[in-house]
């Protein structure tokens, strides 16, 4: 059925519809309206679920450690300062092999505090082992939840969704929400392999010596790699029921591009129609959109990229010492190519500065006319503080 | 003596859930409060195990030395990952199964203390667990907010002595309305066990804090370790109680009492304490224990 719902409804109504069991949360802006409506869901007996309303985020993530590591679907959501401070039990859960669900709205990092869209937050968990997707509207935020689950529970590897604060999660948008049946039959109940069973005792997540060590982490990381052929099965099952299409990465007019752009969350809507205005003005422009990041589909994207002479990475992101993030990691990707693109970093919006579809188009236009070496800091306002 | 032919009864009679080849040191209190503990609670028990000697003794990878399911958490989490487990045995209908977070000093007192604090406020059913042996003893006698006053640890070294008293874990149990607050020692094995055994029968959070030696912390020899925790009691600085539903009771009065002095010339760590210290110590205990009794008689 057609809603108009906002970002945070659409991950609160996935955990509704994947049956989660057990959700603990701690509620941050701009996350706090998924914890509410999820309480609401509690109360009205909508969502047979626990909701354990903790006292801090890394109490959050260890609690649903606990309860999917007892056998049962968990989740829990985040943002920002939140999701950092879930560092150590975002590692932990990741090497558990527990398929554990997380909404990150993405939101920047402190100080100053800012509540406004930024990518450094979840970009910085980006070797905690959990499967990343980046999302671009309410739609693909509902659906990635119940595609999330279906992939972590197939491979026993977390995944974490994001979205850009406010831009999703306080923006109404029309979500074709599925009926109930629909989803339990894409999405079985859990059936884990292991859990915490005093019929069949096991210890978990003891010592482990330099002589196992190792080959645990190579096992984790083989199997996280499998997400990039077993997603895009899954995504065909989703689209023969729903008839929605999702995929590793997106691509839009990349047909005989000369530039492709590329970026992740709501700045690819704006580069759409970016691209659009430069086709129209005959300039061949196509876009990239990154969705799944961790694992990296370093292939996919080499093959999306490989025919146009530059990439234009747009990051809202700042790794402060290097760069954009997803600019350096497109980069490597296609270092393997025996004539790689040449790949041009554009760090824009940070701190939910806005980035039109104007922004975009100058980025591009600027990169058609300069072969800069150095990355662009799109907007960045001259003088104090920045003294250039 | 008797306490002891019972205790032990009760560890003969049921299966013993802690195998041979434990990796703890000679008298290790913390090991033989799991042997005491799991005798009483049974199999049907699950075990949320933060960083602490325990992670260390039960064994590396792929041995455990426990036949119940064990599951190693971050150091800061043991009450709440025990709170989610019984969410999640609730979904699964396995309401008979206990949990238990098994945490040291410093996953209680310290780094734990937070996550405690949470689940507790919200009542979680849960029985929480601190074998308290007085400081960070696994990564080699650091300080913790459980270390008495006057002991030598590596981060309290000659000279600078630890100036503060322990942290009273009960008292911050107590203030958050619990139904069942505890104090264990291994050395008063009968009343341990007894204690576990109410503890299983209330839901709820449950706390019991139990006096666990360290003899190469405590600078003691592990012959003597069970005699010298059993001073503790004997002199009136771990006196052994139970709170339920707010209503105190001493469990134990032990028949033969000694002076806190002796307690502490018993243990090398508290071998640079000045009379001065111990004399303040002495009034510290006496204090205590009366507050201690006055809570009993209003109960």
Same mark, same amino acid.
């Not at chain 2, 049974?42 to 075990?47: A, K, M, S, Y």
């Given at each position: ?45 909508? !969502? ?85 997707? @980046? ?11 119940? !595609?999330? @689950? ?5 491979? @026993? ?24 049946? =629909?989803?339990?039959?894409? !999405? ?25 060590? @190792? ?7 083989? =199997? ?33 591009? =000369? ?114 070496? =150095? ?14 | ?299």
């Amino acid at each position: 059925m057609k809603q108009v719902i906002k970002g945070n409804h659409a991950v609160s109504q996935g955990v509704r519809l994947c049956r989660v069991q057990v959700v603990s949360a701690y509620p941050i802006t701009p996350q706090t309206s998924i914890v509410e409506e999820i309480s609401e869901l509690c109360a009205q007996g909508k !969502l047979d679920a626990e909701f354990i309303k903790v006292e801090s985020e890394h109490s959050a993530l260890a609690a649903v450690v606990g309860s999917q590591t007892a056998g049962v679907r968990s989740f829990t959501a985040t943002s920002s300062q939140g999701l950092l401070l879930m560092h150590e039990v975002l590692h932990w859960a990741a090497g558990s092999r527990l398929p554990i669900v997380l909404a990150n709205v993405n939101r920047a990092v402190g100080p100053g505090w800012n509540i406004w869209a930024d990518q450094l937050d979840s970009l910085s968990q980006r070797d905690t082992g959990w499967i990343q997707i @980046y999302c671009e509207s309410n739609q693909e935020v509902l659906d990635s939840m119940i !595609l999330a @689950y279906r992939l972590a529970e197939l491979l @026993y590897v977390p995944v974490m969704l994001t979205y850009d604060a406010f831009f999703l999660s306080h923006t109404s948008e029309v979500v074709d929400v599925p009926e109930s049946g =629909e989803v339990d039959a894409f !999405l079985p109940p859990y059936d884990p392999l292991f859990f915490l069973d005093v019929e069949n005792p096991r210890m978990f997540g003891g010592m482990i010596g330099p002589e196992h060590y @190792y080959e645990e982490r190579y096992k984790m990381h083989k =199997e996280t790699l499998d997400a990039l052929f077993r997603f895009p099965e899954i995504c065909g099952d989703f689209k023969s029921r729903f008839g929605r299409s999702y995929d590793l990465l997106e691509t839009y007019r990349t047909e005989d591009a =000369e530039m492709i752009l590329a970026t992740a969350g709501t700045i690819t809507s704006v580069s759409r129609l970016a691209v659009d205005r430069l086709r129209g003005e005959g300039k061949k422009v196509g876009l990239m959109k990154i969705r799944m990041f961790r694992p990296v589909p370093a292939e996919q994207w080499r093959k999306a990229l490989a025919g146009a002479r530059k990439v234009v990475v747009i990051d809202r992101n700042l790794s402060s010492g290097h760069g954009g993030v997803f600019a350096g990691e497109v980069k490597a990707a296609l270092y393997d190519l025996d004539r790689p693109p040449r790949v041009y970093s554009t760090v824009a919006g940070l701190g939910g500065r806005d980035v039109t579809s104007e922004d975009v188009a100058g980025i591009a236009e600027h990169f058609l006319e300069h072969d800069d070496k =150095e990355p662009l800091y799109w907007g960045l306002k001259k003088g104090e503080p920045c003294r250039n | 003596m008797q306490e002891l032919i019972k205790a032990h009864r009760e560890l003969v009679e049921n299966e013993d859930l802690v195998l041979p080849g434990l990796q703890s040191c000679q008298g290790c209190g913390a090991a033989l409060a799991m042997k005491l503990a799991l005798a009483a609670l049974g199999p049907r028990t699950i075990l949320a195990m933060p960083a602490s000697c325990w992670g260390v003794i039960i064994g590396g990878y792929p041995y455990s030395a426990l036949k119940i399911p064990v599951v190693h958490l971050p150091f800061a989490t043991a009450a709440v990952a025990a709170s989610g487990i019984r969410a999640g045995l609730d979904a699964r209908g396995e309401k008979d199964v206990e949990v238990v977070a098994w945490a040291g000093d410093g996953g209680t007192y310290d780094i734990g203390l937070q996550a405690l604090s949470g689940a507790a406020e919200r009542n979680a059913d849960i029985l929480f667990v601190c074998y308290d042996n007085e400081a960070y003893m696994n990564t080699g006698i650091q300080r913790s907010s459980a270390t008495p006053m006057g002991a030598w640890t590596t981060t309290t070294p000659s000279g600078a002595l630890k100036q503060e008293p322990k942290k009273d874990m009960e008292k911050i149990m107590l203030s958050h309305y619990v139904p069942y607050v505890a104090t264990a020692s291994v050395s008063f094995p009968d009343d341990l066990v007894a204690k576990f055994k109410k503890a299983k029968t209330i839901r709820g959070t449950r706390f019991i804090r139990i006096l666990a030696p360290c003899p190469p912390g405590w600078r003691i020899d592990s012959a003597k370790a069970v005699k010298v925790t059993r001073m503790a009691t004997q002199c009136g600085i771990f006196p052994l109680y139970e709170v339920v539903d707010g209503k105190t009771r001493v469990t134990v009065r032990p028949r033969v009492k000694v002076p806190v002095r002796d307690y502490l010339a018993a243990q090398g760590r508290f071998s640079e304490m000045t009379d001065g210290m111990m004399e303040s110590v002495q009034s510290w205990t006496d204090v205590r224990l009366k507050d201690l009794e006055e809570a009993e008689a209003r109960s």
